[in-house]
């Protein structure tokens, strides 16, 4: 039986379920050609998570788990509906603190913060505390840096929340090493749902955060592209 277009889209925007059909064909079509107009960038890489969409001001993305074999990247996932900024992408290098948007280019993924003791995962992680802080402050000494405890910084982001926003939580390691003020901090990839948009972080449903926590592993450098199809397919500089 054929499954309308619509239909799939209604699945898609209203229980947040990964993209399948040939939707998913042209999508993850788009996720190798990324990858290959970026490759020189990727060599000591073999996991990543491919972030992207049509328009910069676009909160709406998409996400393709891809992975390095012998015969070349291949889609680990099918593309899986994600949200990032509430005002899209910034473009390469403008990303600043407050604006709303999610940035361009490759980063690592680094600590993994959960609220639970046992998680399905080979990522190390820190099982969170209420005493977890991420430091928004651009005049702390601590700026887009992980504290547990007291800090004299005059805002912050709680790690464990009401909500299960950071239930897993996961840090782009963008304006880590080293770390410029005011260049934005606090970039996640956690959980979110129904296309909700963020202040800047990647977020997906939590179905396929399991899947993709239980799938990536530190040996193979797992990292994120993100930004618009047409800055990606370019390539990065």
Same mark, same amino acid.
């Given at each position: 039986?054929?499954?309308?277009?619509?239909?799939?889209?209604?699945?898609?925007?209203?229980?947040?379920?990964?993209?399948y059909?040939?939707?998913?064909?042209n999508k993850?079509?788009?996720?190798?050609?990324?990858?290959?107009?970026?490759?020189?960038?990727?060599?000591?890489l073999?996991?990543?998570l491919?972030?992207?969409?049509?328009?910069?001001?676009?909160?709406?993305?998409?996400?393709?788990?891809?992975?390095?074999?012998?015969?070349?990247?291949?889609?680990?996932?099918?593309?899986?509906?994600?949200s990032?900024?509430r005002?899209?992408?910034?473009?390469?290098?403008?990303?600043r603190? #407050?604006?709303?948007?999610?940035?361009?280019?490759?980063? #690592?993924?680094?600590?993994?913060?959960?609220?639970?003791?046992?998680?399905?995962?080979?990522?190390?992680?820190?099982?969170?505390?209420?005493?977890?802080?991420?430091?928004?402050?651009?005049?702390?000494?601590?700026?887009?840096?992980h504290?547990?405890?007291?800090?004299?910084?005059?805002?912050?982001?709680?790690?464990?929340?009401?909500?299960?926003?950071?239930?897993?939580?996961?840090?782009?390691?963008y304006?880590?090493h080293?770390?410029v003020?005011n260049?934005?901090?606090?970039?996640?990839?956690?959980? #979110?749902?129904?296309?909700?948009?963020?202040?800047?972080?990647v977020?997906?449903?939590?179905?396929?955060?399991?899947?993709?926590?239980?799938?990536?592993?530190?040996?193979?450098k797992?990292?994120?592209?993100? #930004?618009t199809?047409?800055?990606?397919?370019?390539?990065?500089?």
């Amino acid at each position: 039986m054929k499954v309308s277009p619509i239909l799939v889209l209604i699945f898609t925007l209203v229980f947040n379920c990964p993209i399948y059909g040939q939707e998913a064909d042209n999508k993850i079509e788009i996720a190798s050609k990324i990858i290959k107009s970026n490759e020189s960038m990727l060599d000591s890489l073999e996991q990543l998570l491919v972030v992207f969409n049509a328009a910069p001001e676009n909160y709406q993305a998409t996400l393709v788990a891809m992975e390095k074999t012998k015969n070349g990247w291949i889609a680990k996932s099918n593309p899986i509906p994600a949200s990032i900024g509430r005002n899209g992408f910034a473009n390469p290098g403008e990303k600043r603190e #407050g604006d709303g948007k999610s940035p361009t280019g490759l980063f #690592g993924l680094g600590q993994l913060f959960c609220y639970e003791q046992n998680v399905k995962t080979s990522i190390p992680f820190i099982q969170t505390t209420d005493a977890d802080k991420w430091i928004d402050d651009p005049g702390s000494k601590d700026y887009n840096k992980h504290i547990r405890g007291e800090t004299d910084a005059k805002s912050y982001e709680n790690l464990k929340l009401r909500s299960n926003a950071y239930k897993y939580c996961m840090v782009i390691e963008y304006n880590t090493h080293p770390v410029v003020k005011n260049m934005g901090s606090a970039i996640f990839f956690h959980l #979110g749902s129904e296309y909700e948009p963020t202040s800047g972080c990647v977020a997906i449903d939590e179905k396929n955060m399991k899947f993709i926590l239980t799938w990536l592993h530190p040996k193979y450098k797992p990292a994120i592209i993100m #930004g618009t199809e047409t800055i990606l397919l370019n390539g990065l500089k």
